[in-house]
């Protein structure tokens, strides 16, 4: 028997949580969830068993206990508690899955991590995950056969399913809405095309997009991720020419998006005072000139350059509500807490709405002294509120990676993400069965 | 005899240390000057004695007793090295003086000081400084004929004398290039407009501009500084409808600069790698977006919707030499860094140079029924390399208020900025002797 500890029974965990049910029984495991709700945990587990975080913070040992009874931990909790879960797992010899980055604090404890040999493997979900998984596949396969890697972009977006694809913005809420409110804050976006470093400043990164095309779906746009940089020494890619990683939108999101930015409506460094007493129209008033007599309207139409007949982005915000005399009602809260609330109100999931995930990969690459074009794409669309895109993509890599430890299949040990052979691949043969399966094309 | 130590021999100490000077013999001041370095700090007090940092360095106990044996401390150094200063100065009881924004932690010093009986004078030399002295004049004017100030508009600007405002930018670095460079950097400017706030984030800032008329000097356009609301409080100006504070520059300067911010070359929060073996064509062209035919002139041109005649504003690009294949030379700069390296070459003051202040103030306010409206500003054209306008605003004032120190004419203790009456009013006075005197216009 063996013991698989789960800390965060959230969204993103229900898939998750239903491959280790499916394979308790044959594999003989005994899973134990932990999270901040002890009925939420119950409610998941059914026969399993529940904790809740409320217990295990008055009593730290028996959070200790838990890892310690254990022999593999799974941690969806936020990001910043894995540091901790980690030192537990090391001091108690137990391996440890994320889905998320691997910070360097995380990465510091590498080589006690390989002097106990365990594996704690990260970036195991979808992005970060999928993407290494299927990216790797492919430059893997690529250099065996004797290619020159030239250019490698790859795009992804958590976008809603087609049928449910209802909006004007073509865009509903299907993650973690206050990343998408300040997403591409914090930083220039770096990444390198055809030999030159790009760098594109915040206030210009929606407006700055590349169009993908995904035969069935129609057009998407991509906008810049971060740091592109890092993915050269991450996928061994270093020489390469072209390498941008972005974030999918539906065509035409990012213009008015950018309406947002240029405003400052995004901006989550100050509060605004009594901002609950403030209508949606008094809050975009705030970031327009002061004009006695003119509208609301002409006045942002003016400063936006917007044209008499940009109809469709016209369409966009007044769909959001933002110029309604209705109150906002949360207190001094940032521009952009207050721009997450008034769109919550419209991106909102419905229960039946059901998401899709897209993921595209562009590679370019000499062989036979020709350039050729490779595409690898993979779109998965939600079944129900439980199994969203969003779950299945998180955590069937997650769960496969986790009993790919506990058979013991995993032979490198150390502070890993899955860029290897050894893991990529059997996830990959894995999740076919789940209907998770790339599209490969040679474009040229 | 009085014993004044004035640390910081710089650029803005010249007029400060010669108006010093000049008392020194009529009032039986002894004058002691530190600077980093000796030679500059002898070449300065002349007969007067002067010490290094870097032997008050070597020996913490030299930098006490220096303070220990004056009666007065004027510390004209980076605002960072106040503080201590300050504590010292607190632990000897002896005044202080400098010319820069009171840090909270200087604040929090208040209690011990008024305990001691001692004043420690900030803001006091032109911004912040000659503004709180010219404006808290006019409020308290305004007030006491019994007028309900109902806005208070206030610009200050840097600018280079009209005889050498000879580029096509007509400006040049009479200032730190640097604060220039990433001037309007770390969150939106905060103002108050007709009972209304208004917010404009950075990249909006060097286009919401207003123009400032000054007679015989010609237009000027000033763009928000960060906080405007703080000086509700300064000026105990609760319940006015209107507040805002500005930096001027010549017309049309705003508009180009925007191109910086636009492109993202202002940004100083990472570093380009290899940047000293770039060209400034390179350079600008890490911020345009990838074409293997297109110049780079043509890419920035359609990037920032430049059309064909806007012949003033290219002209000013191409006078930076923005465009050239001159190499940078300065190694793993960061965006800011590089473009102020580029523009020093061209806006270096020559040593004929002359500079320019001006300020400006406008306020409207009700009295007997009626709307009236009062303008007040300052121009000071510099005389010549040591006695720059810069340097007479900020080193008077400062000359001033510690001559009144020590004549024990300031009454209120504690830490202090020149806004009451006492210590305006005879500033504002003695300016006049140097030729340094707010005009006064009522408008309406």
Known sequence: MKNILLLGAGRSSSVLLKYLQEHASSSDWKISVADISLSHAREMVKN?????????????????KLIQQSDIVISMLPASCHLEVAQLCLKHKKNLVTASYVSPEMKALETDVIKSGLVFMNEAGLDPG??????MKIIDDLRSKGALI??????CGGLIAPENDNNPWRYKFTWNPRNVVVAGQGGAAKFLQ???FKYIPYHKLFRRTEVIEIEGYGKFEGYANRDSLKYIDIYGLQGIKTIFRGTLRRL????AWDLFVQLGMTDDSYQITDSD???HRQFINLFLAYNKHDSVELKLKYYMKLEQDDVDIWEKLEYTGIFSN??????????AQILQHILEKKWKLNPQDKDMIIMFHRFNYKMNNEMKELHSYLVVEGEDEHNTAMAKTVGLPVGIVAKMILNNEIKRKGVLVPVNAEVYQPILEELK???IQFIEKEVI
């Open 48 to 64: 399993d068993v529940a904790f809740s975080f409320h217990d295990l913070n008055k009593s730290a040992d028996i959070k200790e």
């Open 252 to 255: 035409g999101f990012c213009r």
């Open 433 to 435: 069965q789940y209907g």
């Open 277 to 279: 007493k403030m209508t």
């Open 194 to 196: 055809e030999g030159t």
């Open 130 to 135: 999928l993407d290494h998984i299927s990216a």
């Open 326 to 335: 209705e109150k906002i009602g949360l207190k001094n809260a940032t521009p």
């Open 150 to 155: 030239h250019g490698f972009e790859s795009f």
